[in-house]
Every structure is written in structure tokens, then in C-alpha cells.
């Protein structure tokens, strides 16, 4: 199946329960422009170098999302135009990003990570590090920042009860939070978790933003 065709398999399957993030990390422009040509308009890069080089080189009104762990030595080079930054899994970083934000005078829209898998190699807060971490004052201190939700990644596993029990979990937090420091923030709406292999059982879970790759695009290409 061509991209356009495998693009419109999906956004059938999602129909309006979840934004579609088309995770286009190594693949060339010519597949991207198949795939904005098929309508497709939010795109999802993991590398700096590579988001900042597509961003120059395609359509201005692509929605640029920074899918892979940042580092926060490169938040200023994506913050003049990212619509939003998936990985902040550090207080550190969101601080950084605010920084940048203020020198571009733009406020920049996060998600917060968090660690739901069993892997340690997944980056991202613990539910306690949130709680102790997140407080009036540093959301008071981040002019710039807009925390938009949270996002997550299961576990790489075949068990799907263990993928659901994490993505469940993800959601609930998200709720508790929502109810509670968020409460006065209408931003606070997102929960990005799911990608090619899990979205369904993601949406089913309560995901607003799924992450597609392969599905789309194909199997990845690895750079040299």
C-alpha cells in the first residue's frame, strides 16, 4: 500500500477520537510531502538536526512535534517554531525550554514524560517525582511553557493486559492531576501514548494523540 493509502487506513481506524502524529524520523522529504499531499499536516521528528532541517526545507504550515528525548542543550534551535515537545522529563528542561521561550517571545507547548513501562531503559518522571516536583510557584516561574498533558510509552512487549494495565495507569495520573495542580489549566488536555503496534489499545485507554511510524511509512531507515 502506498502512504496515502496507509494514511487513510489509519485515520479510519482513529476517526475523530485521537490527533494523528506521523512519525516521519529518518525517512526523506518525498515522503512527507506524499503523506501532506494526502493531508496529512503534524509530523514527528526524534532527532534536532533532522526536525530542524525538514522544518527549512518543507511546507511552513506543517505542525512540527519533537517526539525523542531532548536534550536541553538543543531546545534553542526548535523553539522559534516547535508546536510541541513530547519528551520534558526533567524540571531542568522545562526550565530550559521556558528560557528559550522568552528569548523567541513565543510560549512553547509541552507534554510532561512519564515512566509507565517496566523497561529502564523509557525515560520520564516517576508519579512521585511529579507530585514533589510540580507546584504553583515553578508553574507560576514558567511564563513561557504551556503543559499540555502528559505523554507515555508502554512496555515492548506482545502482552497486551501489560500494555493496557500501563496505559491505564498513564490516564489515570493524568486525570489525578488534571483534577488537582491542572485544575485552573484548560490546557491541561492531552495524553499522547500509543504508537504503530499499540494505538488502538491506546485510544481505548484514553489516549487524545497517537504516534504512527511504520504504519505509515513503512520500516524505518536506519542513517549511517
Not at 522529504?29 to 503534524?42: F, K, P, S, T, V
Not at 521528528?45 to 527549512?56: C, D, I, R, T, W
Not at 519533537?66 to 522529563?89: C, E, R, T, W
Request: charged share 25%; net charge negative.
Amino acid at each position: 500500500m502506498s502512504i496515502k493509502e496507509n494514511l487513510q487506513k489509519i485515520k479510519n481506524q482513529i476517526g475523530d477520537r485521537a490527533c494523528l502524529v506521523a512519525v516521519s524520523k529518518t525517512k526523506p522529504n518525498e515522503d512527507l510531502i506524499e503523506a501532506y499531499d494526502a493531508g496529512q499536516r503534524i509530523f514527528g521528528e526524534n532527532k534536532v538536526q533532522e526536525l530542524v532541517a525538514k522544518y527549512e526545507s518543507l511546507p511552513k504550515d506543517i505542525e512540527w512535534h519533537m517526539i525523542g528525548h531532548m536534550q536541553s542543550n538543543k531546545v534553542k534551535y526548535i523553539a522559534p517554531f516547535v508546536a510541541l515537545i513530547h519528551g520534558v522529563d526533567s524540571i531542568k528542561l522545562l526550565k530550559t525550554i521556558n528560557k528559550e521561550g522568552v528569548k523567541c517571545n513565543r510560549n512553547i507547548p509541552c507534554l510532561l514524560q512519564m515512566h509507565i513501562a517496566e523497561e529502564d531503559t523509557k525515560f520520564g518522571f516517576s508519579k512521585e517525582e511529579i507530585f514533589e516536583s510540580i507546584n504553583e510557584q515553578l508553574l507560576a516561574d514558567l511564563s513561557h511553557v504551556t503543559i499540555k498533558g502528559l505523554m507515555g510509552m508502554a512496555t515492548y512487549t506482545d502482552d497486551e493486559n501489560q500494555i493496557r494495565k500501563e496505559f491505564a495507569s498513564l490516564k489515570s495520573l493524568f486525570l489525578e492531576l488534571k483534577e488537582g495542580i491542572f485544575a485552573t489549566n484548560k490546557s491541561f488536555n492531552e495524553i499522547s501514548m500509543g504508537m504503530s503496534g499499540d494505538f488502538l489499545l491506546a485510544i481505548e485507554e484514553g489516549s487524545t494523540m497517537v504516534r504512527v511510524g511504520s504504519s505509515i511509512f513503512g520500516a524505518r531507515n536506519y542513517l549511517k
